[in-house]
């Protein structure tokens, strides 16, 4: 009878009644659950109840996947929620996205993110190019199997402040020294800050391919990646 009359009001929910705190509130319930309808629904509410975009953005989208991200680094959530929810965040940023641009509202930073040459594995890339976009980041996800050439061609065209390589297989994570090896050659290391990450990574690797941070997994990379950015604003970057 409980579960019935919890189901009953579940669907009696009617978004345009809540007020702007339950509503936020609720929209963060949805994003959770990988609700995309409902998000598109309430970033509709919230702008036609006057929030800037901006406003929406940060309290209903970017925090709610930062909570998402909590859970899923607490082993709460796992991959394929985390990607619903990644999912119904997108559907709030297409009405978004023109909006801020229209209102010159910059993103915290700009990455650009593949996985390398000779491997062909997205989830983990994919997943962690979804939480830099709901934590606020321009992001050009490059998709697969990366050269050299590809990641330049991608920083030349896009300028971002971080440049993300994924890897998961054994054989293929060598190639991230390869393209910093480049980059220093080239005399454009310093001018990005390179993440990396995928299973068979670790922090010593990342040290010892010369990467300004290792990332265990995509919450972990939506918590460094903003805070990496205002450091090398500040002219404070340091690898670990």
Same mark, same amino acid.
């Given at each position: 009878m409980a579960t019935e009359q919890a189901m009953l009001e579940e669907e009696e929910l009617v978004l345009s009644e809540l007020n702007d705190d339950e509503l936020?509130?609720?929209m963060h319930e949805d994003l959770y659950d990988g609700l995309k309808e409902e998000i598109v629904e !309430? $970033? *509709?509410? #919230? #702008?036609? &109840?006057?929030? *800037?975009a901006e406003k929406v953005l940060n309290e209903s989208l970017v925090e709610g996947m930062r909570i998402v991200g909590v859970d899923f680094r607490d082993g709460i959530l796992f991959v394929p929620e985390v990607l619903l929810a990644a999912n119904a965040m997108k559907g709030g940023m297409e009405i978004l996205r023109p909006l801020l641009s229209e209102s010159g509202i910059k993103p915290i930073g700009k990455m650009v993110i593949g996985t390398v040459k000779g491997d062909i594995h997205d989830i983990g890339k994919n997943l962690v190019a979804m939480m830099l976009e709901g934590a606020g980041f321009e992001v050009t996800n490059i998709g697969i199997n990366n050269s050299v050439e590809d990641y330049f061609q991608a920083l030349e065209k896009h300028q971002p402040d971080i440049l993300g390589m994924s890897a998961l #297989? $054994? $054989?293929t994570m060598p190639y991230m020294k390869v393209v910093i090896d480049e980059m220093v050659k080239q005399n454009i290391r310093d001018d990005y800050i390179v993440l990396v990450g995928g299973a068979p990574l670790n922090e010593e690797f !990342? &040290? %010892?391919i010369g990467a300004d941070r290792y990332c265990r997994d995509a919450a972990q990379a939506a918590d460094v990646a903003p805070e990496m950015v205002r450091a /090398? /604003? &500040? !002219? %404070?970057? *340091? &690898? %670990?």
């Open positions: 936020v509130e609720q !309430g $970033t *509709s509410i #919230l #702008l036609k &109840r006057n929030w *800037s #297989l $054994t $054989t !990342g &040290r %010892a /090398r /604003r &500040r !002219g %404070a970057i *340091s &690898r %670990a």
